[in-house]
């Protein structure tokens, strides 16, 4: 069992900046792979950022450029640096971790939202 909590969301005028930051406790040592989704209203939940064990990442074409996941192996912590928002920014930010057997995990989510 892997659990997830999420911290650092909040409200920030466009152009600004947050970083959120998932730590992970449990199995973590079965943890390959560590993810940032986001989920707007009405919308489906989308991949954000990708990172693996060897900190290889991968980025949505919405945030290239702007955001940028990084992790902490020593701290059990994934990060994710969000600058220049946007209000279409908007969203539940969930972190997601992916075991060697393919189970996933998710944490509770935290809200970002991005005033015009």
């Known amino acids: 069992q892997v659990r997830l909590v999420e911290s650092g969301g909040g409200l920030v005028q466009a152009g600004g900046s947050l970083r959120l930051s998932c730590v992970a406790s449990g199995s973590i040592f079965s943890i390959n792979l560590m993810a940032w989704y986001r989920q707007a209203p009405g919308k489906q939940r989308e991949l954000v950022a990708r990172i693996s064990r060897g900190a290889n990442t991968i980025y949505a074409d919405s945030v290239k450029g702007r955001f940028t996941i990084s992790r902490d192996n020593a701290k059990n912590t994934v990060y994710l640096q969000l600058n220049s928002l946007k209000p279409e920014d908007t969203a539940g930010y969930y972190c997601?971790?992916?075991?060697?057997?393919?189970?996933?995990?998710w944490g509770q989510g935290t809200q970002v939202t991005v005033s015009s």
């Open positions: 997601q971790a992916e075991d060697s057997g393919g189970f996933n995990y």
